[in-house]
T-cell receptor, first 107, second 113 residues
């Protein structure tokens, strides 16, 4: 079975502080991992995917198969980063989402 | 390109009624997925359709059904509504099946009284 766990419902950080949104997954095969973001009053959208190994809006995420994790990181948080973040896994079934972490960046 | 369009955006029903929600995918996208979003459970997968065929179904009762038309537009239906069906129903499209990059609509918010 596929499962995605985001242990934090809410994460509050100060502007300029580093951010790490945790994501752990359970899947026996080789998964594809994604981070989606939903800003206030906007639709859910893809932020980044592990296979592209890119940095989007300063965010990066590394797939750690040994720890079955895909944490999202940003060295310096900005107020506009405040949003709901969902980690998602694509295995042998349709995309499965974690329950999400609300990031609040305090000025 | 126009984004994924869902109608209606908001609706209120009473227990026992049924509801039909509509989704128009991005032009050229052939796969449509539906998710139920609630504060407690997050995003839960309902169905995936590709080329008018249901390819996958989530763990929901038979009261939840859907279909896809030849133009890739999709509808989902919930019969005999229960209070617990109150949620935001999200539709997402993608160019093909089994792709992790989904393009979401704004959702249809259903309230069951």
């Amino acid at each position: 079975a596929q499962r995605v766990t985001q242990p934090e419902k809410l994460l509050s950080v100060f502007k300029g502080a580093p951010v790490e949104l945790k994501c752990n997954y359970s899947y026996s095969g080789s998964p594809e991992l994604f981070w989606y973001v939903q800003y206030s009053r906007q639709r859910l959208q893809l932020l980044l995917r592990h296979i592209s190994r890119e940095s989007i809006k300063g965010f990066t995420a590394d797939l750690n198969k040994g720890e079955t994790s895909f944490h999202l990181k940003k060295p310096f948080a900005q107020e506009e980063d405040s949003a709901m973040y969902y980690c998602a896994l694509l295995g042998n079934t349709p995309l499965v989402f974690g329950k999400g972490t609300r990031l609040s960046v305090i000025a | 390109k126009a984004g994924v369009t869902q109608t209606p955006r908001y609706l209120i029903k009473t227990r026992g009624q049924q509801v039909t929600l509509s989704c128009s995918p991005i032009s050229g996208h052939r796969s449509v997925s539906w998710y139920q979003q609630t504060p407690g459970q997050g995003l839960q997968f309902l169905f995936e359709y590709f080329s008018e065929t249901q390819r996958n179904k989530g763990n929901f009762p038979g009261r939840f059904s859907g279909r896809q038309f030849s133009n890739s537009r999709s509808e989902m239906n919930v019969s005999t509504l229960e209070l617990g069906d109150s949620a935001l129903y999200l539709c997402a499209s993608s160019p093909g099946q089994g792709i992790g990059e989904l393009f979401f609509g704004e959702g249809s918010r259903l309230t069951v009284l």
